[in-house]
Every structure is written in structure tokens, then in C-alpha cells.
């Protein structure tokens, strides 16, 4: 046991480059997740209907099809097709444009939950449509997407150990090496499984501030930053707390199908 | 830029990978049955509130949660090389969708009101009875949704099995991609049948939810 630890620490340097494939496979497809999320999600909401209707193809495509397949489909099928991209690429792309269309969901469901009254007053305060989306739509269902886009990223992250099947050299493969190198099955992935539940911790803090802080633009919560009373949700609050949208519940009621 | 599409290649490979889709509804429905059953117990047993079962048993739900499904699969895949992949995979996929369906169950039975439980107290209903005949059956009807949604989940991480060699569609669909030098025709084949298979259901699973919402 003694040099089998030896050996895992004499590897785990080798773990860095592992970690930042994957750290860029998930940042890389968040990115691409909330452009996606927003474009579709607000097309799925537009007056024209055949705005709508592509919208809605291109979401139930890339829903209705497994990630596994679309990265597949990037990574054997394109240079068949004369269009060479780098493995990086094909993760990121697969990832973003996957789980983009769950976020599209969230963004249509969070626009839908702000209350109609609401924009009737913006209206009435004589609010260009501009501003009427960016001062009082967008920040009120901002904080609504936050906890359902916070389980798309977990689960964004959690796809992207698939990227070892398409070469890419992430925290899943170098799992791998680290096992090949020490013959130690249980201490090669128990680090790895560490490691991936480590930085879905991280993203879930991240998230929390982001909520906190879109929260306190809304006047919902009024305790400091550091104050851990500010999960209270205060009565101002209770009409606008997200119903179904608790982090418990990552794959809830609301929120389609996933 | 120019796509051959061979539709030589298209009939000769769509009975492969429906031979293939078999075993993807094999793994999603006894997958299914370990979720929903592992989902309940530990759900059941959470709701006893006895800490010294439930904190491990919530700590390795969340963990099991928040770290990669094919992780967890290559792991078990080479730590247990002796064990066929197939088992292996219903396995893990299994307990990785229990730890969502617990959660769901686990909301279902707090959406029960306090009263009911009062009542069975009033009527000294035994523990055993009181669950089964007043609590589950409400808590189940909230639970459906939920329910729906993650076998429909699951069934599109199956591919993620191909990973441990388990021969589902997408594994078939890439040995014969590898076997004949056209991935084109077996991946896009494969991603339509996933497409044709769960759109449907996501379709049923939210008229089934609008019924229940309604009722």
C-alpha cells in the first residue's frame, strides 16, 4: 500500500492537465449552453410562428437525440463530410448544443412564470419594449433560471467524461492512466470521483452567489453577502420563489423532460 | 463540403442496430425497475429520520449524484473485470437514476399533508399500513412526472454503455461505423431512432402530467 500511495502521488502532477481539458470542456459548454439558451428560448417565445417552429425543431432535436451520439456524430461523421475539428471542438459543441436546449426550456418556462401583470405595469409606465424586457422581464426570471440552469451545469460537467471516448485526455482518462500506472482500481477513481464531486460543489457555490446577487437586485433578500440568514426567504419573496425550482429536486417537475 | 449519403449502406445497417436498440430498452426497463424500487427504499428509509442510516446513505446519494455516470461505469467496468459488462451497466445505471428517483419519492411524501399522518395516528393504524395504504399511494401521484422524465433520461444515457463495451445501439452503430468506414449513415441512424423513440414519449409523459394537474 505504502508504495502504491507513493506511485499516486508521483502521478497525480500528471492530473493537472486532466483537470484543465475538463474545467475547459465544462466552461467552454456552459458558455455555449446560455448563448443557446437564451437564442432559442426567447425564438420559442416569438410573436412569428415559424420563428417559433424552428425553435422549437432544433430544441426537440438536440433534446430527443443522446449526447453521446451528437459527440459521436461531431467527431466520426464530420471528416466524412470534408470538415475537420479538433476533438476540443466536438466536446464543447455537443455539450453546449445539448444541453443548450434544455436551457432553452428554462429560459421559455422562466420568461412564462413572470407575472403578466407585471409587464401590463411596464406598459403602462410607457416602457420601450427594450427596456421593458431588460428592467423588469429579464431580472425577475433571471433569478427563476438560476437553480435549473445551476443542474444543467452539474449535469454539463458530469457529460463531459464522455469526452474520453473522442480522445480527449480529461479527468475520466487520466483516471484511467493513473489506474494503468498503479494497478490501484479503487484509489485511481476514487480520486477522480473526488475530483468531479469537488468542482460540482464548486459550481453549486458559484451558482448560489449568482443567485443571491440576482435576488438582491430584485430586493428579495437584505441580509450581507456573508450572512448564511440570507437563505431565509423573506415574505416579499414567497410570491416570487420559484415553486418548483428547489436544488433538491435537480430533475423536478418543471423544467421538461430531463 | 459534400455528404454521400448511401442508402445501401442505410438498409444494410438498420437491422444491426435495431438487433442493437434491443438491448437499449433491455438496460432502460430493468434499469427502471432497480431506480424505482432503490428510489423508494432509500426514500422509506430517509424518512425515518434514524441518523446513523440516513447521513451515510445521503452522502452517498449526493455523491453518487454529482459525479459522471460514465466515471462511475468505467470504474465498476475495470475494478470488476470478471463481471459481464451488460450487468454491470443495468447496475450502475440503475443506482445512478435510484438517486434522482429518491428525490422525487422523497418530495412526493413531503407533499403529503401532516394531517394525514395525524389521522392514521388517531386511528392507531400500524407503521407498516399507514404506509402503504395512505401515504405511498398520494405520495405516488406526484411522483409520476418526475417519474417519466427520468426514464425518458435514462434511456438517452444508455448510449453512455458503450463505453464498457456493453453492445447497445450506439456501440453496434460504431463497430459497424469502424468495421465498414461509413460512420455516417450508422451515428445519424442511431440519433433518429433515439429521436422517433423518446419523442413520443416526452409527449405522453406531459399529457400525463397535465391530466394529474387537472385532477
Known sequence: ?258 | MSIDWSWETTWDVLPVLLEGFKTTLLVTVIGSAIAILAGLIVAVIQQTGFKPVTWPLSFAFTFIRSTPLVVQLTAVYVAMPTVKPLYIGIAVIGVHYATYQSEAFRAGIDAVPRHQWEACTALSLPRRRTWIAVILPQALRGVVPALGNNIVAMFKDTPFLSVITVTEMVRVAQVYGGDHFRYMEALTLAGLIFLVASYPTSLLIRRLEARLARS
Not at chain 1, 500511495?5 to 493537472?16: G, K, N, W
Not at chain 1, 464522455?162 to 500506472?181: H, K, Y
Not at chain 1, 482500481?185 to 460543489?201: P, Q
Open chain 1, 1 to 258: 500500500m505504502g508504495d502504491q500511495l507513493q506511485a499516486v502521488l508521483d502521478h497525480l502532477p500528471d492530473f493537472q492537465h486532466g483537470l484543465i481539458v475538463t474545467l475547459e470542456l465544462t466552461a467552454g459548454g456552459t458558455v455555449l449552453m446560455f448563448i443557446l439558451a437564451f437564442a432559442l428560448g426567447l425564438a420559442s417565445t416569438a410573436p412569428a410562428a415559424i420563428v417559433r417552429g424552428v425553435a422549437r425543431v432544433v430544441i426537440e432535436f438536440f433534446r430527443g437525440t443522446s449526447l453521446v451520439v451528437q459527440m459521436f456524430w461531431l467527431f466520426f461523421v464530420l471528416p466524412q463530410l470534408g470538415v475537420e475539428i479538433s476533438p476540443m471542438l466536438c466536446g464543447i459543441l455537443a455539450l453546449g448544443l445539448n444541453y443548450g436546449a434544455y436551457g432553452a426550456e428554462v429560459v421559455r418556462g422562466a420568461l412564462g412564470a413572470v407575472p403578466v401583470p407585471q409587464r401590463e405595469a411596464a406598459v403602462a409606465l410607457g416602457f420601450s419594449p427594450v427596456d421593458r424586457f431588460r428592467r423588469v422581464v429579464f431580472p425577475q426570471a433571471w433569478v427563476q433560471m438560476i437553480p435549473p440552469m445551476k443542474v444543467l451545469i452539474i449535469q454539463l460537467l458530469k457529460g463531459s467524461a464522455i469526452a474520453s471516448a473522442i480522445t480527449l485526455v480529461d479527468l475520466n482518462f487520466q483516471g484511467q492512466i493513473l489506474r494503468n500506472a498503479t494497478g490501484n482500481t479503487f484509489l485511481a477513481y476514487g480520486i477522480v470521483l473526488v475530483l468531479y464531486f469537488i468542482i460540482a460543489y464548486v459550481i453549486e457555490w458559484l451558482m448560489k452567489g449568482v443567485e443571491y446577487l440576482a435576488k438582491h437586485r430584485l430586493g428579495l433578500v437584505d441580509a450581507a453577502w456573508w450572512d448564511p440568514r440570507r437563505y431565509r426567504t423573506p415574505a416579499l419573496a414567497g410570491a416570487a420563489a420559484p415553486a418548483g425550482a428547489s436544488d433538491e429536486d435537480p430533475r423536478g417537475t418543471r423544467g421538461g423532460d430531463r
